[in-house]
Structure formats: structure tokens, C-alpha cells
């Protein structure tokens, strides 16, 4: 698959890229993906040895790369994510929703985004004419944002990417219904579009937002709360 279009900007200094593959078969270099034409801004393949690994080409011409030194399994899906962010210096790998314990080699330069890109092969390299993949993928996409941790889970689980927001036209989640029903709290809204969080905190400002419950696409949910009062909100991820 041959994207003409930019799917990052240049110099982008924050990335998340994320898909499921499915190797048949094949050797040697095999990729998942990677950025047009010359640079490989963002790229990940299954080496020769049939681990996943990850790269990125950056502004100032250099590379760093990631090898999960987990070997794959033939005809056996698996889910690839990686989340780049030069701003601090750190980029994660996950395989199968799992953060894995490796890192960039060399160390990302804090400050230095990412070098110029015309387009995004799926299947190939960024000369898009070989190293071509052996199996099926699945679910591609990839984001000007680092994932957060539940998001990464999310997809992981074999959900699909959620549409993206008109930003143009935000649309507010109001609570429509509380309900106490036999110590069970209910709760409906309006508004927005799935999947929806639903957080809850036990004072109002005084510690972080955390989830009852996985990402949900209904508008509403029931809940056994730990305690009989909270503060409770809805968001999107």
C-alpha cells in the first residue's frame, strides 16, 4: 500500500505508530512499514531473524533503532506500537500491548524531530519496490501524539482506531442521569462519540483522574463505587 501523502510533518519531534501483522512467510528483510522517499522517519520491519524491530531517521541525519529480540510465530497475530518523543528523549516499543524492555540505540537527542518524508509505504520499504512484507497487516495507523498506555491496551485487544474527532465542531459529553439503583451507581450522557472513560476521583481536585472501567462505546455504564460519594466524569481518549 502506497500513501502519496505526509502522514507526519517534518521535523515532528512527537509520533505514535501502531498496526497487527501476521507473518506467512518469507526471509530476509521484511517491512511493516515505513516513510517515503529517502528517509525513514518511521519504519519497522521483521528482521531476517523474525524479530520486530523499529526505526527512526531524524533532521539532523541521524538514526536510532529498537529490536524487540522477540522472535514471532508464523501465521499468529501481533500487534506493534511504537510512541517516539524527542521532546524528552524516550520512545517506547509495545508488542501485544506489552511495553517492552529494550531501548533506542543511540539515545534519542532531546529536541531533534524527524527528517523529511513525502509519503508511507505498508508492506514495504521507502524505496517501496522491495524488502516487501510476507503475510498480512492490519489496522494501521499513526498519530502527531504519544499514545497514552490505555489507548495502546485498547487496540491491543482488537479494537479498531476509533474515527477521528471533527475538532471543528467539538461536541460537549453532558451527564444526563445519575441513579442510585440497590448500591449500584448509574450513569448516562450525551454527547461526543466512543469509545468513552469513565474516571472517577474521591475529592474534587485533590488527586489524579483514574478509570473504573476499559474504554466503553455505550452511553452509559453501572457502577459498584468503593465508596458511597465520588466525583465522577466522562472523556474520550
Known amino acids: 500500500v502506497d500513501v502519496d501523502n505526509q502522514v507526519i510533518l517534518d521535523g515532528s519531534l512527537i509520533y505514535s505508530v501502531a498496526g497487527w501483522f501476521k507473518v506467512t512467510g518469507g526471509e530476509g528483510r521484511r517491512f511493516l512499514w515505513e516513510t517515503s522517499d529517502s528517509n525513514w522517519a518511521i519504519s519497522a520491519e521483521v528482521t531476517p531473524a523474525g524479530t520486530p524491530k523499529v526505526f527512526a531517521r531524524l ?8 529490536d524487540t529480540g522477540v522472535v ?3 501465521n499468529e497475530w501481533y500487534h506493534l506500537a511504537v510512541t517516539f518523543n524527542s521532546t524528552v528523549g524516550i520512545a517506547h516499543v509495545f508488542l501485544n500491548g506489552e511495553l517492552q524492555d529494550i531501548v533506542f540505540t543511540p539515545e534519542i537527542p532531546v529536541g531533534v524531530g524527524t527528517a523529511e518524508t513525502v509519503g508511507f509505504h505498508i508492506g514495504s520499504y521507502r524505496a517501496g519496490n522491495g524488502r516487501f512484507f510476507d503475510g498480512l497487516i ?3 495507523g499513526v498519530w502527531d501524539r504519544v499514545l497514552l498506555r490505555h489507548e495502546i491496551d485498547y487496540l491491543s485487544q482488537g479494537q479498531a482506531i476509533p474515527r477521528p474527532k471533527r475538532l471543528e ?5 453532558v451527564i444526563t442521569s445519575v441513579e442510585w439503583v440497590d448500591g449500584m451507581l448509574n450513569l448516562s450522557w ?3 462519540a466512543g469509545p468513552f472513560r469513565v474516571q472517577a476521583q474521591s475529592e474534587l481536585g485533590s488527586a489524579e483522574w483514574t478509570d473504573v472501567s476499559d474504554p466503553i462505546t455505550e452511553s452509559s455504564i453501572q457502577i459498584n463505587p468503593v465508596n458511597a460519594s465520588g466525583f465522577y466524569r466522562i472523556v474520550q481518549p
Do not use: C, M, Y
Request: no cysteine.
Open 169 to 173: 465542531v467539538p461536541v460537549e459529553i
Open 138 to 140: 492490519d489496522d494501521v
Open 72 to 74: 514471532v510465530n508464523l
Open 59 to 66: 533532521a539532523d541525519g541521524t538514526s536510532t533503532s529498537a
Open 190 to 192: 450525551s454527547g461526543g
